[in-house]
Nanobody, 123 residues
Framework: QVQPVESGGGLVQAGGSLRLSCSAS????????IGWYRQAPGNQRELLAA???????SYADSVKGRFTLSRDNAKNTVYLQMNSLKPEDTAVYYC?????????????????WGQGTQVTVSS
């Protein structure tokens, strides 16, 4: 079993910054990709940014130029640096980790969600 854990959310004023972390532990042979999503009340969960095993990154238009991904492979951790935050960025932020399981578990590709971390941006 794999359990991603998000941290770093909180309350910040508009224009401020936060850095979210997503750490994955458990039965992991390889992390294939990690994506950051958010969901505001009444809205669907949306993909914000993703990073692949090879280091390729992609961003939604709504956060491009403001949010930046980075990673620490040794710690199986991905960071989402969020700058110039706006009230409309208020949401619960989730990470999704896609992994390949160890040989003993059949090299299966599976994905797991974290529990989410609240980000609130005040105007």
């Amino acid at each position: 079993q794999v359990q991603p854990v998000e941290s770093g959310g909180g309350l910040v004023q508009a224009g401020g910054s936060l850095r979210l972390s997503c750490s994955a532990s458990g039965s992991i042979f390889r992390i294939n990709a990690i994506g950051w999503y958010r969901q505001a009340p009444g809205n669907q969960r949306e993909l914000l940014a993703a990073i692949t095993r090879g280091g390729g990154t992609s961003y939604a238009d709504s956060v491009k130029g403001r949010f930046t991904l980075s990673r620490d492979n040794a710690k199986n951790t991905v960071y989402l640096q969020m700058n110039s935050l706006k009230p409309e960025d208020t949401a619960v932020y989730y990470c999704n980790v896609q992994i390949t399981t160890p040989p003993a578990q059949g090299f299966r590709v599976s994905d797991y969600w974290g529990q989410g971390t609240q980000v609130t941006v005040s105007s």
